[in-house]
């Protein structure tokens, strides 16, 4: 549901800047990028992934290498298609230029729908670049494939190329509970939502392929919640930025309270785990170390979303807490920060 603007000719904002730039740092983060990462979510869909985005951005320890601008499924309420893609890629431009991020190279749009069949690929512009990525010699950084979305850009890329599933750590916002560690939501979806986008590409990483897997199912993202009053008092208030990615959310809330569905002093910022996760690991032994994790073999997945054990499979973490207070302040303080330099220079 998230606005697409009518015209994807942007003017940057000035001051212009550009990623591995921290001109809005008084005191400079040391050390620079500790690993590389791939953004790849569905731009036009929920606006919880423009808060992702922008904090990403504003992460120094990140060094983003591509930024996928991924499909919602046919029909999908918050953008129906058929571009989706498209108008994500659009829509993360728009946040680019309000930033005054002079980075927009970096944005490809992905496929437009999802996989038609379990073993073929969909080769792309996105994937192209997904496998150029993963099979660099020059650096040593490791390399997280953070998805908010379907998986079906990555999923072509292991598909077309299979040497990359050793290269990189796949940290996905998707997926059912798993039965003994949680349960549905009251009136949940069968599939979960970024399951449902592409569950064949789901089917060809969980089981097809050999990446490691980091998973927040459904249970751990619902728990990323901020009140409105966060809303209101910390984000609205932070420029032109901070009131652009407070109206997409309440635009949102507005809907659902008019469906039936509302209203609530919350609101669900389900993908910044993925900023979490890769950009605020530890100092030593560097490892989101503030988050819970089960280590388990790699369930398959069936066409309904159900995992099926494989005590032989490689292992995965599916995470079972997230450090809320670490990941949502960082992120008030960091847009505050970026505010306020960016209004005064």
Not at 223 to 248: I, K, M, T
Request: overall charge negative; charged content about 25%.
């Amino acid at each position: 549901m998230t606005r697409i603007p009518s015209s994807d000719a942007f003017a940057p904002i000035a001051p212009h800047w550009r990623l591995g730039e921290t001109p809005w740092q008084a005191i400079t983060t040391p050390g620079g990028s500790r690993v590389r990462v791939i953004l790849d979510n569905d731009f036009s869909g929920d606006p919880d992934d423009l808060f992702q985005l922008v904090h990403h951005v504003l992460s120094p320890n990140t060094d983003i290498r591509l930024v996928i601008a991924s499909h919602l499924r046919d029909g999908d309420p918050f953008d129906p298609g058929p571009a989706s893609a498209t108008n994500a890629r659009t829509v993360a431009r728009d946040v680019f230029a309000r930033m005054g991020l002079l980075s927009e190279e970096l944005i490809v749009a992905g496929a437009e729908h999802g996989l038609r069949e379990r073993g073929n690929g969909l080769p792309g512009p996105a994937v192209d670049a997904i496998i150029a990525e993963a099979l660099r010699e020059d650096t040593d950084q490791p390399l997280y494939y953070l998805a908010g979305g379907g998986l079906t850009d990555l999923a072509s890329a292991l598909l077309i190329e299979p040497r990359i599933a050793e290269r990189m750590t796949l940290v996905w916002i998707g997926g059912n509970e798993h039965e003994d560690l949680a349960v549905p939501p009251p009136g949940g979806m069968p599939i979960e939502y970024n399951l449902l986008i592409d569950p064949i590409a789901g089917q060809v990483v969980f089981t097809d392929t050999e990446v490691e897997i980091w998973q927040i199912p459904r249970n751990i993202y619902r728990q990323c919640l901020v009140s409105h009053a966060e809303l209101r008092l910390r984000v609205a208030p932070c420029g032109e930025l901070g009131r652009y990615l407070y109206d997409e959310t309440q635009l949102v809330i507005d809907r659902a309270t008019e469906q039936g569905r509302g209203p609530a002093e919350t609101y669900a910022l389900g993908d910044s785990p993925l900023v979490l996760l890769s950009a605020l690991q530890s100092t030593f032994e560097a490892d989101p170390s503030s988050s819970d994790h089960v280590v388990r073999p790699t369930p398959a997945l069936d066409p309904d979303g159900r995992y099926i054990d494989r005590p032989d499979a490689r292992p995965m973490r599916i995470y079972t807490r997230v450090d809320t207070r670490l990941m949502f302040e960082d992120m008030f303080l960091k847009l505050q920060e970026f505010t306020r330099w960016h209004a005064g220079s």
